[in-house]
T-cell receptor, first 123, second 104 residues
Framework: GAVVSQHPSWVICKSGTSVKIECRSL??????MFWYRQFPKQSLMLMAT?????????EQGVEKDKFLINHASLTLSTLTVTSAHPEDSSFYIC???????????????????FGPGTRLTVL | GIQVEQSPPDLILQEGANSTLRCNFS?????LQWFHQNPWGQLINLFY???GTKQNGRLSATTVATERYSLLYISSSQTTDSGVYFC??????FGAGTRLTVKP
């Protein structure tokens, strides 16, 4: 299958600071990436859809000025949590959608692959 | 938007038992995937199955698109199968998940 990495895997920051999380598709190009957050013992909540070269589409209730998303290349999307507060503490996960023509037939178009997640703690 | 419901919410099995997890969705879908989230939070792709039946070792899945449900079968369960199983549809709207605990 395809590999998606996230960095950092965990981060602790002080209230009021900004944190950037990177999501990379390592062995395929992803025109679309997704960002989720997950609270303990809950499901994944889609925050935004990121398309390469265009503005992200945010889900209802997600503050676009708070969670800045940039998808500058076909292999990299970043999520910046600006002026983080303790309530922003969560597990953030990205995913990348497989392209039309995958690796040696191993990928199905539209199949999504997830990064390992980033655990953010805001003090 | 599409509603995704998974059942049961929790499932406790003895090692070696079989189980069936269900995912219902409220409208027709183009994409459906099953994932296993391990204790470290990593989501592992199990099946990409918008329709039909697939098998991979002890796991298999069936999606009946016309009736808007998908089933994940786990046979001869092992303790390493423990974790949360999610189904997700279309733009990856996730169900609430089924928390599986397999006891030795």
């Amino acid at each position: 299958g395809a590999v998606v990495s996230q960095h950092p895997s965990w981060v602790i920051c002080k209230s009021g600071t900004s944190v950037k999380i990177e999501c990379r598709s390592l062995d395929f190009q992803a025109t679309t990436m997704f960002w989720y957050r997950q609270f303990p013992k809950q499901s994944l909540m889609l925050m935004a859809t990121s398309n390469e070269g265009s503005k992200a589409t945010y889900e209802q209730g997600v503050e676009k000025d708070k969670f800045l998303i940039n998808h500058a290349s076909l292999t990299l999307s970043t999520l910046t949590v600006t002026s983080a507060h303790p309530e922003d503490s969560s597990f953030y996960i990205c995913s990348a959608r497989a392209p039309m023509q995958g690796l040696a037939g191993a990928l199905s178009y539209n199949e999504q692959f997830f990064g390992p997640g980033t655990r953010l703690t805001v003090l | 938007g599409i509603q995704v419901e998974q059942s049961p919410p929790d499932l406790i099995l003895q090692e070696g038992a079989n189980s069936t997890l269900r995912c219902n969705f409220s409208d027709s879908v183009n994409n459906l995937q099953w994932f296993h989230q391990n204790p470290w939070g990593q989501l592992i792709n199990l099946f990409y199955i918008p329709s039909g039946t697939k098998q991979n070792g002890r796991l298999s899945a069936t999606t009946v698109a016309t009736e808007r449900y998908s089933l994940l079968y786990i046979s001869s369960s092992q303790t390493t199968d423990s974790g949360v199983y999610f189904c997700a549809v279309d733009d990856m709207r996730f169900g609430a998940g089924t928390r599986l605990t397999v006891k030795p």
